[in-house]
């Protein structure tokens, strides 16, 4: 569904009031108000630099109070305290997993911590961009539009690195006048966004399953240059020639080149992208789809953690596929 579709009465009931400096209509002007984001990562971190860097103002929610030095240097307005984000119009979250984000929504009471659903007011906008479940997208579309409250699901692809650049890719569902609302920050933060339709769950579908499409070809990367090494040939050429020829994705370009040079630096983290694995074989396994690829991959993730990898970026793939093929000594595990 193009983002210019217009929605449903239904729909457009789910994020009553206009933002201000807009219009009623979806082609009204920009938002002006305070943006509030929560999930300051690697990830987040960057996004909100980029944002104040277009001029807007950023109120970022951080647990720690030794982080806000570094926030403020940034041009964000740091606070300890969700409460002064619940005046803003629109609050954007990029937070890790499930947990996290149903902790920020729905709050918790033995902590004192009022959620973002009891706490925005009626025609707010929840632009949610982290990687999480369907079924927990859809709680918290169903939950904001119980308090009036619109909610768009936008998680995007690329890496922190493409953050800093704007070079990431959004996909975003949700009401169309609600993405349509968001759309000028969204246009801050990536060089694309791709609407796909009125029910945010369908965006994190997506999410979860391009993922998983670029796991497995970094499993396939691994093994086939292990081959390579094994046969005593530079990896880099080999490299080179597959990605001039039928693997010229930015996947393989850009992981095939760091597995060439085995750089491994931390990025996508072994741990969230065992999080997206296991989210992305449970979405197949509701739909009745064998993905016998990815329970490799999970398989190595798995490995990679218990060998001490955790820390480190999903190109460390290619050095358990290289270890398994004998051309390194596979670590001792260190008890924890």
């Known amino acids: 569904m193009s983002k210019h579709e217009p929605s449903s009465p239904l729909a457009l009931a789910s994020a009553s ?13 920009p938002v002006v108000s305070e943006i509030g984001f929560v999930g300051l990562g690697h990830m987040g971190m960057a996004m909100a630099a980029n944002l104040t860097a277009a001029g807007r103002r950023v109120i970022a929610y951080v647990r720690r109070p030794d982080q806000i030095g570094r926030l403020e240097a940034l041009g964000l307005r740091p606070t300890t305290d969700l409460g002064d984000l619940l005046d803003c119009k629109v609050v954007i979250s990029m937070l890790p997993d499930d947990d996290a984000i149903r902790e920020i929504v729905f709050g918790r009471r033995d902590i004192g911590l009022d959620g973002l659903a009891a706490g925005l007011m009626p025609g707010s906008i929840h632009l ?3 990687t999480i479940s369907t079924a927990a997208a859809s709680l918290l579309a169903s939950e904001h539009a119980r308090n009036g409250q619109g909610y768009v699901a936008a998680p995007v692809f690329g890496n922190p690195d493409a953050a800093k650049a704007r070079q990431l890719f959004i996909v975003a569902a949700g009401v169309a006048a609600d993405v349509e609302r968001c759309q000028p920050i969204l246009d801050n933060l990536g060089q694309r966004t791709f609407v796909i339709g009125a029910d945010p769950q369908d965006a ?4 979860l399953l391009g993922n998983m499409m670029s796991a497995t070809a970094l499993e ?11 046969r005593g040939l530079d990896p880099q050429p080999f490299i080179d020639i597959m990605t001039s020829t039928m693997f010229g994705g930015r996947a393989h370009k850009i992981y095939g080149d760091k597995i060439a040079r085995q750089a491994y630096a931390p990025g ?3 741990p969230l992208v065992l999080k997206d694995v296991r989210l992305a074989l ?8 064998p993905m016998p690829s990815v329970g490799v991959v999970r398989d190595r993730l798995i490995t990679g953690i218990a060998r001490g990898y955790g820390e480190l970026d999903w190109t460390v793939l290619a050095l358990i596929a290289a270890e398994e093929a004998g051309l390194y000594a596979v670590p001792p595990v260190t008890p924890n």
């Open 128 to 130: 949610s961009m982290s």
């Open 17 to 29: 009031g206009n933002l201000p400096g807009q219009r009623g209509d979806a082609g009204g002007p």
């Open 220 to 230: 396939m990367l691994g093994e086939v240059v292990a081959v390579v090494r094994k």
């Open 282 to 289: 449970a979405e197949a396994e509701k739909a009745g789809v």
């Open 268 to 270: 996508f983290v072994l």
């Open 204 to 207: 994190n579908l997506v999410k």
